[in-house]
T-cell receptor, first 114, second 111 residues
Framework: DQQVKQNSPSLSVQEGRISILNCDYTNSMFDYFLWYKKYPAEGPTFLISISSIKDKNEDGRFTVFLNKSAKHLSLHIVPSQPGDSAVYFCAASGSGGGADGLTFGKGTHLIIQP | DVKVTQSSRYLVKRTGEKVFLECVQDMDHENMFWYRQDPGLGLRLIYF???????EKGDIPEGYSVSREKKERFSLILESASTNQTSMYLC??????????FGQGTRLTVV
């Protein structure tokens, strides 16, 4: 059973507009959430994270929102740029501080159109 | 600059061969992981290790084993490669309560 779900396999956004990527989770033991970006033939690179004690974390153009009651998080990218075109993975870890690995969603392919 | 280095970017192996994928990290991280990435399936955890000589099964350990003799090195072993093990293999490392850093990946093709 999938514990981290990204229900949109792809998303197309115009350059300069806001990109919103969504993620849902089912395991209430998850307490740390991360977003990774991945280009083809490369390893994922860390973008931003949020602890379950917060509901928002911001880093430059990237903001992650967490709604614990809905078990939902989202990544906002504003403004979207051509270099943002990539696959974005949502990931979660439990109370072990990540020592037992991350659980990933299947990814959303973000396409930024000029 | 922090680094996780995987020994090969691309590998082609024959069915039945024993395959070794090597990973080295220079960040003195406690935890190391092996994932595989397949289209439409995301990243799935094969094995992880939280200390030297310690190893734990992830979600899909069948057909794989691992070795961690030194803190900085974590090896993934395919005992007898099969075509369904054709995949992108990703090594990662982390400390407690920090993000995981990934290597560049190894694209393994089993023919």
């Amino acid at each position: 059973d999938q514990q981290v779900k990204q229900n949109s396999p792809s998303l197309s956004v115009q350059e300069g507009r806001i990109s919103i990527l969504n993620c849902d989770y089912t395991n209430s033991m998850f307490d740390y959430f991360l977003w990774y970006k991945k280009y083809p033939a490369e390893g994922p690179t860390f973008l931003i994270s949020i602890s379950s004690i917060k509901d928002k974390n911001e880093d430059g153009r990237f903001t992650v929102f967490l709604n614990k009651s809905a078990k939902h998080l989202s990544l906002h990218i504003v403004p979207s740029q051509p270099g943002d075109s990539a696959v974005y993975f949502c990931a979660a870890s439990g109370s072990g501080g990540g020592a037992d690995g991350l659980t990933f969603g299947k990814g959303t392919h973000l396409i930024i159109q000029p | 600059d922090v680094k996780v280095t995987q020994s090969s970017r691309y590998l082609v192996k024959r069915t039945g061969e024993k395959v070794f994928l090597e990973c080295v990290q220079d960040m003195d991280h406690e935890n190391m992981f092996w994932y595989r990435q397949d289209p439409g399936l995301g990243l799935r955890l094969i094995y992880f290790s939280y200390d030297v000589k310690m190893k734990e099964k992830g979600d899909i350990p069948e057909g794989y084993s691992v070795s961690r003799e030194k803190k900085e090195r974590f090896s993934l072993i395919l005992e007898s490669a099969s075509t369904n093990q054709t995949s992108m293999y990703l090594c990662a490392s982390s400390n407690m309560n920090t993000e995981a850093f990934f290597g560049q990946g190894t694209r393994l093709t089993v023919v």
